[in-house]
């Protein structure tokens, strides 16, 4: 496993938030590495960092110290606009309430990810076809999101955060929106996308999901409490995951 | 004073042109320069011009207002797209192309609206006799006046897009 491709490194982060002489601190010297070909769930209770820790990691968000590079690029200390670069290039992104656009088909939502990396039209839609297929909407190439299911929309944005073939593939709650079976349909979708070039980390409260994952990141109050095999991991409060 | 306009032609009645030429408290002006004195009173002595000249930057203003407030309230109801745009790795200019269009798409609506209602107002008048003369140059001014209003009226939705943090799509 060590010998796979370092994706990101994170060293030393902590995030503090200042409203005016108040200050809260939501990360305390986070450290960890993600490498291709693991499926990584950070888990935690509300409020634990996670979401912090997941926009710290993609460039969106500067830590108040510490450091992370994303595929061997130093991004903490990046202006915005090469931050978003370097995200473009190797981050794939899907969220709890799949962030599709409503007046774009899903073919269309797909290969507007791509246009925006530069690929010429054309080769986009056909891109973006393929990806589709791949996640099992052929039938759905030209229906909007308002006209597909839950499950569907999140295969849409699968298909979106792949599509690109990104290093990274980073999931903010994907299955906290789905009924259960379609949740796991999702996550095992989502397994089925790691390979020696790709990792995906998602951020979940759901260890049903653990079945899936090779690694399991337990966080709490801005630390990280707990990092290793998901199968048979036993969580900081003494609970079997998987 | 007194303005005569020479509608006979100088050449027809030359003694009456110079009998005219001889009265102190008459000045004789060709057709040309008595419609550019006409012009000129109306439009600056009279405050004709200057009430036409308010009411048109009160309407540059007023409707500059209202373009600004419908393309800010259009960019915050597409905030969480621009965000995952952002999020997604777009550039600032390619979010800027939203608020972009919308100005396009907002100064045609203006301008075919205004001019249609225009061209009815127009022939309405024309039926009473009143001329209304809408040249090329006017038509093209006021295509580049209400895009630059619109342009204008942009810069709040395009400091908003800019701003506009790709983070929140994950909070």
Known sequence: MSERQILVKAHGLTKTYRMGHVETTVLRDVSLELRAGELTLLMGPSGSGKTTLLCILSGMLRPTRGEVELCGVAITSLAEKFAAEVRRGNLGFIFQTYNLFPALTALDNVAEVLALKGMPQAAARQVAREALMRVGLDDRLHHRPGELSGGERQRVAIARAMAGNPALVLGDEPTAALDRQTGLDVVRLLRDQVNERRGVLLVTHDIRLAQFADRVIEIDDGQIVGDGAAHGWVGHDGKVLA | ?171
Request: aromatic share 8%; charged share 15%.
């Open chain 2, 1 to 171: 004073m007194y303005y005569v306009v020479d509608l006979v032609d100088q050449r027809c009645a030359p003694d009456l042109v110079t009998w005219m030429k001889r009265q102190p408290d008459l000045q004789l002006l060709a057709a040309s320069a008595w419609s550019r004195k006409t012009v000129d009173y109306w439009v600056g002595g009279s405050g004709a011009g200057a009430a036409l000249l308010f009411t048109a930057i009160l309407g540059l203003f007023v409707g500059g207002v209202i373009v600004g407030q419908t393309l800010y309230s259009m960019t915050k109801e597409h905030l969480l797209e621009l965000a995952t745009l952002k999020a997604l790795g777009a550039r600032p200019w390619e979010l800027a192309r939203f608020v972009l269009w919308l100005v396009v798409f907002l100064a045609a609506t203006g301008v075919i609206s205004g001019f249609s209602a225009a061209l009815l107002l127009k022939g309405l008048l024309l039926r009473v006799g009143l001329t209304v003369v809408v040249s090329p140059e006017t038509v093209g001014l006021s295509v580049l006046g209400t895009l630059a209003m619109c342009l204008v009226a942009s810069i709040t939705s395009l400091v908003t897009v800019y701003k506009v943090e790709a983070a929140t799509v994950l909070r």
